[in-house]
């Protein structure tokens, strides 16, 4: 079982409609969880963090975490073609050691 | 200080050749990572830097990869007898303490072996 496992896509969705991505992770006792939007060709960029269960909004976007289920998912409302990109899931191990482990991205694709 | 810089941008290099790669982190940050990132693959971790200790290694690094930062600031990652294998992005990315909030990641260097 990978660490952190994403759906590579790719998803697509029309401009103004909700894009849903989701993403598991296998590390029960992890805290920080982010998500990064990558640009072909560029580096990640991050665009949410979340550490506690439940709902966290920025705008258009929402991130969402059930620790339970070991589960994050991102919510882009009214998507634009700007937000075409790859998105990754990226989770803090524990203890000192941390680092951050990625999942393989979703590709999003918004079309007109 | 703006962000996290990395260079070269781009760099090919033939099989066989020693190539090094250079980051500049945010300044006050203490913590910095190297990662390998491969068309439609998520960053794979390399290596970590807290000050000048070289922290943890990935156990899939092979002895060809060494990295250093000295004194605490920039970093340099060098890969040894290139191979066509080692074509991927070359990430750099900071963070203050243990990554709470999140990593800064540099542009990359982009390693052609050809």
């Known amino acids: 079982q990978k660490e952190v496992e994403q759906n590579s896509g790719p998803l697509s969705v029309p401009e103004g409609a909700i894009a849903s991505l989701n993403c598991t992770y296998s590390d029960r006792v992890s805290q920080s969880f982010f998500w990064y939007r990558q640009y072909s060709g560029k580096s990640p960029e991050l665009i949410m963090s979340i550490y506690s269960n439940g709902d966290k909004e920025d705008g258009r976007f929402t991130a969402q975490l059930n620790k339970a289920s070991q589960y994050v998912s991102l919510l882009i409302r009214d998507s634009q073609p700007s937000d075409s990109a790859t998105y990754l899931c990226a989770v803090l191990s524990s203890g000192t050691a941390s680092k951050l482990t990625f999942g393989t991205g979703t590709r999003l694709q918004v079309t007109l | 200080d703006t962000g996290v810089s990395q260079n070269p941008r781009h760099k090919i290099t033939k099989r066989g050749q020693n190539v090094t790669f250079r980051c500049d982190p945010i300044?006050?940050?203490?913590?910095l990572y190297w990662y390998r990132q491969t068309l439609g693959q998520g960053p794979e971790f390399l290596t970590y830097?807290?000050?000048?200790?070289?922290?943890?290694k990935s156990r899939l690094l092979s002895d060809r990869f060494s990295a250093e930062r000295p004194k605490g600031s920039f970093s340099t990652l060098e890969i040894q007898r290139t191979e066509q294998g080692d074509s991927a992005m070359y990430l750099c990315a900071s963070s203050p303490g243990q990554g709470y909030y999140g990593y800064t990641f540099g542009s990359g260097t982009r390693l052609t072996v050809v």
């Open positions: 300044s006050e940050h203490n913590r």
């Open positions: 830097f807290q000050n000048e200790a070289q922290l943890e």
